[in-house]
């Protein structure tokens, strides 16, 4: 069973920052792409960035410059660096990552989600 746990969520004002994280873990043979998602109130899920496991990264445009994801491959973990916060970055942020299980084919996996909230 592969689970990915994701922290770092909450409250804070518009310019200001925070650091997500999400940890993978379970029997796990290789972890490949790793990517953030994010569901705004009242709107379908976005892509928000994505990191191979050779550490191209990609970003949605309303994030560049703003938002950076960085990973560690002997820990099977990604973070994400967001600064210069606007309250359009509300959203519950979601962990995505395609994964190669001891015991099952490769295929993605998702956490539950973390709050976001950018709010005088």
Do not use: H
């Not at 043979?29 to 990191?51: C, D, H, L, T």
């Amino acid at each position: 069973q592969v689970q990915l746990v994701e922290s770092g969520g909450g409250l804070v004002q518009p310019g200001g920052s925070l650091r997500l994280s999400c940890a993978a873990s379970g029997n796990i043979f290789r972890v490949y792409n790793m990517a953030w998602y994010r569901q705004p109130p009242g709107k379908p899920r976005e892509s928000v960035a994505s990191i191979s496991s050779g550490g191209s990264t990609n970003y949605a445009d309303s994030v560049k410059g703003r938002f950076t994801i960085s990973r560690d491959n002997v820990k099977k973990t990604i973070t994400l660096q967001m600064n210069s916060l606007k309250p359009e970055d509300t959203a519950v942020y979601y962990c995505a990552a395609n994964v190669e299980a001891a015991s099952s084919l490769r295929r993605d996996y998702w956490g539950q989600g973390t709050q976001v909230v950018v709010s005088p």
